[in-house]
């Protein structure tokens, strides 16, 4: 049973175009919502996150957006850079620490010089 | 900055053997989890751990699966009798008690099953 889907499983842009990843979940009980970026062979880094009390969080050139609504978010990367190249998972859980947090299966952003 | 570590990096076991994989969360966080990647699929919640208890668990941590904080820094996972279905990633992670904390990851340990 998939919560969390990310429906592109790959994305190429130019570098320093926007790069947007997109996210959809199913379940009414996520309340928090985060990005990783993951290279090969490395554990996941934290990159941005967000609440549902929130529509947008912006972080230098990182921006997610949420519109709970349609239960889904998308993050946006502005310019890209060829060291953005990475997997990037969409994740989301209760708000509370000690809950699982469940992940889309990710994208993989190619950004190219 | 303060960061998760693992150990090993890597496992090389024999089916039906027991494995511990060590972490070392982040000094000053409370809450630590497993979590695990089999190759070619998503990362999958196994355990979240508070106060020396088990606070939430998956379908996928069963009995062959143990936790345990041995001493204050330390927070290890347990396989009982390794299966080849085990071989994976094995992410451990941490975070600071509260609302909307993120979780920070270990570098993973490669555990293979032969």
């Known amino acids: 049973d998939q919560q969390v889907k990310q429906n592109s499983p790959?994305?190429?842009?130019?570098?320093g175009r926007i790069s947007i990843l997109n996210c959809d979940y199913t379940n009414s009980m996520f309340d928090y919502f985060l990005?990783?970026?993951?290279?090969?062979?490395?554990?996941?880094?934290?990159?941005?996150?967000?609440?549902?009390?929130?529509?947008?969080?912006?972080d230098g050139r990182f921006t997610v957006f949420l519109n709970k609504s349609a239960k889904h978010l998308s993050l946006?990367?502005?310019?890209?850079?060829?060291?953005?190249?990475?997997?990037?998972?969409?994740?989301a859980s209760p708000p509370d620490s000690g809950y699982a947090l469940n992940f889309g299966k990710g994208t993989s952003l190619l950004v190219t010089p | 900055?303060?960061?998760?570590?693992?150990?090993?990096?890597?496992?090389?076991?024999?089916?039906?053997?027991?494995?511990?994989?060590?972490?070392?969360?982040?000094?000053?966080?409370?809450?630590?989890?497993?979590?695990?990647?089999?190759?070619?699929?998503?990362?999958?919640?196994?355990v979240s751990f508070y106060n020396n208890e088990i606070s939430e668990k998956s379908e996928i941590f069963d009995d062959q699966f143990s936790v345990e904080r041995p001493d204050g820094s330390n927070?290890?996972?347990?396989?009982?009798?390794?299966?080849?279905?085990?071989?994976?990633?094995?992410?451990?992670?941490?975070?600071?008690?509260?609302?909307?904390?993120?979780?920070?990851?270990?570098?993973?340990?490669?555990?293979?099953?032969?």
């Open chain 2, 75 to 114: 927070f290890t996972l347990k396989i009982r009798s390794t299966k080849l279905e085990d071989s994976a990633m094995y992410f451990c992670a941490s975070s600071s008690p509260g609302l909307a904390e993120p979780q920070f990851f270990g570098p993973g340990t490669r555990l293979t099953v032969l």
């Open chain 1, 10 to 15: 790959s994305l190429s842009v130019q570098e």
């Open chain 2, 1 to 46: 900055e303060p960061e998760v570590t693992q150990t090993p990096s890597h496992q090389v076991t024999q089916m039906g053997q027991e494995v511990i994989l060590r972490c070392v969360p982040i000094s000053n966080h409370l809450y630590f989890y497993w979590y695990r990647q089999i190759l070619g699929q998503k990362v999958e919640f196994l």
């Open chain 1, 76 to 91: 946006h990367i502005v310019p890209s850079q060829p060291g953005d190249s990475a997997v990037y998972f969409c994740a």
């Open chain 1, 35 to 58: 990005w990783y970026k993951k290279y090969p062979a490395e554990g996941p880094t934290f990159l941005i996150s967000i609440s549902s009390i929130k529509d947008k969080n912006e």
